[in-house]
């Protein structure tokens, strides 16, 4: 054999096991009960910010402090807490992905994925809103020529 | 029906020249087809001639379409749906280019017009090659034709259409206003124009004019890699199986150096219009442009093995051949929606997913029927090809989609390494091509991991998984990458003063000894006083840092000394030698500027505190609120006021930096689009400060809500007990009760200090609750209120006064006093400015080398 057959299968063995270690890195998505069955393991958190429970966020006071609770489409809630500013499209957002450890009561979030009606792409939805916008804006001025 | 304010003719000259391209480039493939198919010269030539002006009535089709649909946009006419969409009135000249490779159809055509510049340069220097590559080229051409058609077949959608009209895209079919009678059931109104007065606007992170150039190049890589790939498939087809090698290697350099800049370009952008602190995430959009370079500049270094000693020929077969797959699997990945919310800069999705994963298909089993050995084999493969296809199709499961190009790819790999000739003898390991062959299998392993890491959501998809990214998906790359980066910074540092075939020991280690020395002395001086202590990931990640950045320093100080002391100076012959030197440089500004990354608003957040220990924890962002100084890193900084662009909701914040320790001072403009046109919330582009050894960059994080409530600046008085409700503009809130501490710290309080609070929930109109707790402390004598707010209620609440009957005179004030405040995140970057030296240094070495290379082919032609 080779010297070069020899580096070669020297380095696809270690770009498969790279491959697999990675795998082994890789989490999950999860719900609010199997976050909680698994604490301070990493998780992806898909749930929907609760709005009839309080939030706590003062960016004057503190822009690294967010609390919040969410709940997920089986309807398990947990407190969550966010040290970083608010997202800004949060109120308006219809998901969440949280990412995160559930830990000591609550789940303590690292990044908050928020996922609206209209993503910042230029979504057709966002558009079609946008239109029936102006037209609501503009009944008036089709009265006129009608 | 006629509608008023319409301009139908640039549509229908549009539509007429998708129609022509369509055809002039099937006519062009078929014909070049032929061409390289005949043995006879005259019949050759015929086709060749017939084949030529169908490509340049191909390439008259494409440039009519960039220049109609760019008349659109840049005459605003909303009627066309690529315009309305991505364009509008207030949008700047100088973005008008952006806003045209916006959209997937525009994006496309960029890639379309420079496949014809490249086929025309081709069809004037490729001389015998001419036919085999051009067939290549005029299918991709025939390719992208198809992905502008916007035909439909049975109920199944061919391409999108960039001059499809507004009315008939269907954005408007719900929108009464635009019907008769606003009636949605109706036909639309004839004079529905009138209603369309603005478009959709570009994506504000895109106005910016890193967005006006960087497409371009970067479409150019992409389309470039089409050459050696054609070259690549001409060289299986007509069995001269090396003879192509001299000729493809200029275009190989220029693929690789366009492409490279090209990334790095995008890099920049994100850079400063992107707000995720860097210039690079492994965003999958990112890497699946990276693994085609990683994969040329690879097969760049086995054509150079082959043209210098015959080695290396099937290995550039295939780099060439995936670098080029690798391509269409990025368009695939980008264009399909697969990647979802993996991507922050992925298109969106078309609905093409099919003919994106045909394209992928049709390449590649193109490629494997063309490369076959014998008329036999060919069929064969042509037959496995459509079976493999109807059964993607009926069976309709991914992991046959996804086998069927694996085999297909696997085929062409066989015809390579059963036809294409190879030395049996080993390389010596004391060459040069040993050891450039062992980076260029690096590189092209390094891609493969870092795609397969990337395919992450096809792999879900295929087999059916939700396996979700790791917890830090950055470290996942880095921690691999940075041993890449150590064994190429390596190699590319000695391999130079290594001889082709074989070199004597003693010559070897008496050019390598004086550069090897003088690295390893400059590399401990930087690592002992360069304080160079990322720390996050532990002291082996710290020690990996410190032998790559010792290993770049050595790449650079070897490849600088090989111009003189290899090349006696010859800048002209050096271009390997400058693009290695520049190499080692942006693998250095990688490594600083990364490791070295501080942020300086780090802080403890500005909470007057009892209690709640919890928010004490310092965060990344800081608060400023207008005209207060706060500290930050040696910083003062301020908040001295904002203004807004005359025609777009883009607000720009002016905030002052001042050290503390010396007499630096300066002014940095961070700018946000709020609330932009359907876009709820803020897009925020940073602002730096640039150093010649490091950036001070900082963007806004949060903002207080701009819709300004109105303003009574005095606390409205309301006499509450527990339970009692208090209305405000936008809702009410409820007293809860009032309870008082004790155990109050004496040092504070005063010997007979009180504090009460007032838990209060705050109801929203817009369903939210919050809930507040103001407080008022009795100290040392002096009554002291401690106000609460609701910043997105634009709400304060403080408590004037408790009775001793537990009612409460609870002060209530809405204002748009409070909401002047910033929330800004800040870093230093070092060494950033090595990064992009170094890119430039690199692509000018590369293209140094593809003169010198072309100058070469020239003569040896002449």
Same mark, same amino acid.
């Given at each position: 054999?080779?010297?070069?057959?020899?580096?070669?299968?020297?380095?696809?063995?270690?770009?498969?096991?790279?491959?697999?270690?990675?795998?082994?890195?890789?989490?999950?998505?999860?719900?609010?009960?199997?976050?909680?069955?698994?604490?301070?393991?990493?998780?992806?958190?898909?749930?929907?910010?609760?709005?009839?429970?309080?939030?706590?966020?003062?960016?004057?006071?503190?822009?690294?402090?967010?609390?919040?609770?969410?709940?997920?489409?089986?309807?398990?809630?947990?407190?969550?807490?966010?040290?970083?500013?608010?997202?800004?499209?949060?109120?308006?957002?219809?998901?969440?992905?949280?990412?995160?450890?559930?830990?000591?009561?609550?789940?303590?979030?690292?990044?908050?994925?928020?996922?609206?009606?209209?993503?910042?792409?230029?979504?057709?939805?966002?558009?079609?809103?946008?239109?029936?916008?102006?037209?609501?804006?503009?009944?008036?001025?089709?009265?006129?020529?009608? | 029906?006629?509608?008023?304010?319409?301009?139908?003719?640039?549509?229908?000259?549009?539509?007429?020249?998708?129609?022509?391209?369509?055809?002039?480039?099937?006519?062009?493939?078929?014909?070049?087809?032929?061409?390289?198919?005949?043995?006879?010269?005259?019949?050759?030539?015929?086709?060749?001639?017939?084949?030529?002006?169908?490509?340049?009535?191909?390439?008259?089709?494409?440039?009519?379409?960039?220049?109609?649909?760019?008349?659109?946009?840049?005459?605003?006419?909303?009627?066309?749906?690529?315009?309305?969409?991505?364009?509008?009135?207030?949008?700047?000249?100088?973005?008008?280019?952006?806003?045209?490779? #916006?959209?997937?159809?525009?994006?496309?055509?960029?890639?379309?017009?420079?496949?014809?510049?490249?086929?025309?340069?081709?069809?004037?220097?490729?001389?015998?090659?001419?036919?085999?590559?051009?067939?290549?080229?005029?299918?991709?051409?025939?390719?992208?034709?198809?992905?502008?058609?916007?035909?439909?077949?049975?109920?199944?959608?061919?391409?999108?259409?960039?001059?499809?009209?507004?009315?008939?895209?269907?954005?408007?079919?719900?929108?009464?206003?635009?019907?008769?009678?606003?009636?949605?059931?109706?036909?639309?109104?004839?004079?529905?124009?009138?209603?369309?007065?603005?478009?959709?606007?570009?994506?504000?992170?895109?106005?910016?004019?890193?967005?006006?150039?960087?497409?371009?190049?970067?479409?150019?890589?992409?389309?470039?890699?089409?050459?050696?790939?054609?070259?690549?498939?001409?060289?299986?087809?007509?069995?001269? +199986?090396?003879?192509?090698?001299?000729?493809?290697?200029?275009?190989?350099?220029?693929?690789?150096?366009?492409?490279?800049?090209?990334?790095?370009?995008?890099?920049?952008?994100?850079?400063?219009?992107?707000?995720?602190?860097?210039?690079?995430?492994?965003?999958?959009?990112?890497?699946?442009?990276?693994?085609?370079?990683?994969?040329?500049?690879?097969?760049?270094?086995?054509?150079?093995?082959?043209?210098?000693?015959?080695?290396?020929?099937?290995?550039?077969?295939?780099?060439?051949?995936?670098?080029?797959?690798?391509?269409?699997?990025?368009?695939?990945?980008?264009?399909?929606?697969?990647?979802?919310?993996?991507?922050?800069?992925?298109?969106?999705?078309?609905?093409?997913?099919?003919?994106?994963?045909?394209?992928?298909?049709?390449?590649?089993?193109?490629?494997?029927?063309?490369?076959?050995?014998?008329?036999?084999?060919?069929?064969?493969?042509?037959?496995?090809?459509?079976?493999?296809?109807?059964?993607?199709?009926?069976?309709?499961?991914?992991?046959?989609?996804?086998?069927?190009?694996?085999?297909?790819?696997?085929?062409?790999?066989?015809?390579?390494?059963?036809?294409?000739?190879?030395?049996?003898?080993?390389?010596?390991?004391?060459?040069? #091509?040993?050891?450039?062959?062992?980076?260029?299998?690096?590189? +092209?392993?390094?891609?493969?991991?870092?795609?397969?890491?990337?395919?992450?959501?096809?792999?879900?998809?295929?087999?059916?998984?939700?396996?979700?990214?790791?917890?830090?998906?950055?470290?996942?790359?880095?921690?691999?990458?940075?041993?890449?980066?150590?064994?190429?910074?390596?190699?590319?540092?000695?391999?130079?003063?290594?001889?082709?075939?074989?070199?004597?020991?003693?010559?070897?280690?008496?050019?390598?000894?004086?550069?090897?020395?003088?690295?390893?002395?400059?590399?401990?001086?930087?690592?002992?006083?360069?304080?160079?202590?990322?720390?996050?990931?532990?002291?082996?990640?710290?020690?990996?840092?410190?032998?790559?950045?010792?290993?770049?320093?050595?790449?650079?100080?070897?490849?600088?000394?090989?111009?003189?002391?290899?090349?006696?100076?010859?800048?002209?012959?050096?271009?390997?030698?400058?693009?290695?030197?520049?190499?080692?440089?942006?693998?250095?500004?990688?490594?600083?500027?990364?490791?070295?990354?501080?942020?300086?608003?780090?802080?403890?957040?500005?909470?007057?505190?009892?209690?709640?220990?919890?928010?004490?924890?310092?965060?990344?962002?800081?608060?400023?609120?207008?005209?207060?100084?706060?500290?930050?890193?040696?910083?003062?900084?301020?908040?001295?006021?904002?203004?807004?662009?005359?025609?777009?909701?883009?607000?720009?914040?002016?905030?002052?930096?001042?050290?503390?320790?010396?007499?630096?001072?300066?002014?940095?403009?961070?700018?946000?689009?709020?609330?932009?046109?359907?876009?709820?919330?803020?897009?925020?582009?940073?602002?730096?400060?640039?150093?010649?050894?490091?950036?001070?960059?900082?963007?806004?994080?949060?903002?207080?809500?701009?819709?300004?409530?109105?303003?009574?600046?005095?606390?409205?008085?309301?006499?509450?007990?527990?339970?009692?409700?208090?209305?405000?503009?936008?809702?009410?809130?409820?007293?809860?009760?009032?309870?008082?501490?004790?155990?109050?710290?004496?040092?504070?309080?005063?010997?007979?200090?009180?504090?009460?609070?007032?838990?209060?929930?705050?109801?929203?109109?817009?369903?939210?609750?919050?809930?507040?707790?103001?407080?008022?402390?009795?100290?040392?004598?002096? +009554?002291?209120?401690?106000?609460?707010?609701?910043?997105?209620?634009?709400?304060?609440?403080?408590?004037?006064?408790?009775?001793?009957?537990?009612?409460?005179?609870?002060?209530?004030?809405?204002?748009?006093?409070?909401?002047?405040?910033?929330?800004?995140?800040?870093?230093?970057?070092?060494?950033?400015?090595?990064?992009?030296?170094?890119?430039?240094?690199?692509?000018?070495?590369?293209?140094?080398?593809?003169?010198?290379?072309?100058?070469?082919?020239?003569?040896?032609?002449?």
């Amino acid at each position: 054999m080779k010297k070069i057959h020899i580096v070669l299968l020297v380095f696809i063995a270690a770009a498969i096991a790279v491959l697999i270690s990675f795998l082994k890195t890789a989490t999950t998505y999860d719900t609010v009960e199997t976050a909680m069955n698994k604490p301070g393991k990493f998780v992806h958190l898909m749930a929907r910010w609760d709005r009839n429970q309080p939030m706590e966020y003062d960016a004057v006071n503190n822009p690294n402090y967010l609390s919040f609770t969410a709940v997920d489409t089986l309807g398990r809630s947990v407190k969550v807490i966010y040290h970083n500013p608010k997202p800004e499209n949060f109120e308006m957002s219809e998901k969440l992905v949280l990412q995160g450890k559930y830990e000591d009561g609550y789940f303590n979030c690292k990044t908050i994925q928020t996922k609206c009606p209209s993503k910042y792409k230029d979504d057709m939805k966002t558009a079609e809103k946008n239109v029936q916008k102006a037209s609501e804006s503009n009944p008036g001025n089709a009265d006129t020529k009608y | 029906m006629d509608y008023f304010g319409e301009h139908r003719l640039p549509g229908q000259l549009g539509h007429f020249f998708i129609v022509l391209s369509l055809v002039a480039s099937l006519v062009a493939t078929f014909s070049y087809f032929i061409a390289a198919q005949s043995k006879i010269d005259a019949v050759a030539g015929y086709w060749k001639k017939l084949a030529r002006y169908a490509f340049i009535i191909e390439t008259v089709s494409v440039f009519s379409i960039f220049g109609i649909l760019f008349y659109i946009i840049q005459n605003h006419l909303f009627e066309y749906k690529y315009a309305w969409q991505h364009s509008s009135l207030s949008l700047e000249f100088k973005y008008m280019f952006a806003c045209f490779w #916006e959209g997937q159809e525009g994006s496309f055509l960029l890639w379309s017009v420079w496949h014809c510049v490249l086929g025309l340069i081709l069809m004037k220097t490729a001389r015998k090659w001419e036919a085999p590559v051009m067939t290549v080229v005029s299918f991709a051409q025939f390719c992208l034709a198809t992905m502008l058609a916007g035909i439909y077949f049975s109920g199944w959608k061919m391409g999108s259409n960039p001059f499809i009209l507004l009315r008939d895209s269907g954005v408007l079919d719900n929108a009464p206003a635009y019907h008769l009678n606003f009636d949605i059931t109706q036909p639309f109104r004839q004079d529905y124009m009138s209603l369309v007065k603005d478009g959709n606007d570009l994506n504000p992170l895109l106005q910016n004019y890193w967005m006006v150039i960087h497409p371009p190049f970067l479409f150019l890589g992409f389309a470039s890699t089409i050459v050696p790939f054609g070259y690549m498939i001409a060289g299986l087809w007509t069995k001269k +199986f090396g003879e192509w090698a001299k000729a493809a290697l200029p275009w190989a350099l220029f693929s690789a150096a366009i492409l490279g800049v090209g990334i790095m370009m995008g890099a920049r952008w994100a850079y400063e219009s992107l707000t995720f602190g860097g210039y690079w995430a492994w965003d999958p959009v990112e890497n699946a442009s990276l693994v085609p370079w990683l994969i040329m500049i690879a097969g760049i270094h086995t054509l150079l093995i082959y043209n210098h000693t015959g080695y290396s020929l099937r290995s550039t077969y295939i780099f060439f051949l995936l670098s080029f797959v690798f391509v269409l699997y990025s368009t695939f990945l980008t264009r399909s929606g697969i990647l979802g919310e993996t991507s922050v800069h992925a298109f969106t999705d078309l609905g093409m997913n099919v003919q994106l994963y045909l394209l992928l298909y049709v390449f590649i089993w193109g490629a494997a029927a063309i490369g076959a050995k014998t008329r036999d084999q060919k069929i064969g493969t042509l037959v496995t090809a459509i079976v493999l296809a109807l059964l993607t199709k009926y069976v309709a499961s991914p992991p046959v989609a996804l086998i069927s190009l694996i085999i297909g790819i696997g085929l062409i790999i066989y015809y390579i390494q059963t036809q294409v000739p190879a030395i049996k003898k080993e390389e010596s390991s004391s060459s040069r #091509e040993f050891w450039m062959f062992i980076g260029s299998l690096v590189f +092209f392993l390094s891609a493969l991991v870092i795609i397969g890491k990337t395919s992450l959501p096809v792999f879900n998809k295929v087999f059916d998984q939700k396996i979700a990214p790791p917890e830090d998906p950055e470290f996942a790359y880095n921690q691999i990458q940075i041993f890449v980066a150590i064994i190429i910074a390596v190699l590319t540092g000695f391999s130079q003063y290594l001889k082709y075939k074989a070199t004597p020991t003693k010559f070897f280690w008496k050019k390598i000894f004086i550069p090897t020395v003088v690295a390893v002395a400059f590399a401990t001086f930087v690592i002992a006083v360069g304080n160079i202590n990322y720390n996050k990931q532990g002291p082996m990640y710290l020690g990996a840092i410190w032998l790559a950045v010792a290993c770049s320093i050595y790449s650079i100080i070897a490849n600088a000394a090989y111009i003189w002391l290899g090349m006696k100076g010859k800048l002209g012959l050096s271009g390997g030698s400058i693009a290695h030197f520049g190499f080692g440089l942006v693998l250095l500004g990688i490594l600083l500027s990364s490791s070295k990354k501080e942020m300086l608003s780090y802080n403890k957040g500005m909470a007057v505190d009892f209690g709640k220990n919890s928010k004490e924890n310092p965060g990344e962002n800081l608060t400023l609120i207008k005209g207060v100084s706060m500290p930050m890193g040696k910083f003062d900084v301020t908040y001295l006021s904002d203004s807004a662009h005359p025609k777009k909701q883009q607000w720009y914040y002016k905030v002052h930096f001042k050290s503390r320790t010396d007499n630096e001072e300066f002014t940095l403009m961070p700018d946000a689009f709020v609330n932009y046109k359907g876009n709820e919330g803020l897009m925020s582009n940073p602002s730096s400060r640039h150093y010649w050894d490091h950036d001070v960059f900082t963007y806004i994080t949060s903002l207080p809500n701009p819709d300004k409530q109105q303003d009574t600046t005095s606390f409205r008085p309301h006499l509450v007990k527990p339970g009692d409700t208090i209305f405000y503009s936008r809702g009410y809130m409820i007293l809860e009760g009032v309870i008082a501490k004790d155990n109050l710290p004496k040092e504070i309080f005063g010997p007979n200090g009180s504090l009460e609070e007032a838990p209060m929930k705050i109801y929203s109109k817009t369903g939210s609750i919050y809930s507040v707790t103001p407080k008022l402390a009795f100290a040392k004598g002096n +009554f002291l209120a401690l106000p609460d707010t609701v910043i997105a209620e634009s709400l304060v609440l403080q408590i004037q006064k408790i009775n001793p009957d537990k009612t409460v005179e609870l002060g209530v004030k809405e204002t748009s006093e409070v909401l002047d405040f910033v929330t800004l995140k800040a870093y230093k970057f070092p060494f950033i400015n090595i990064l992009w030296y170094g890119i430039i240094i690199t692509a000018i070495g590369i293209l140094m080398s593809m003169v010198y290379r072309a100058r070469q082919n020239l003569r040896s032609k002449a």
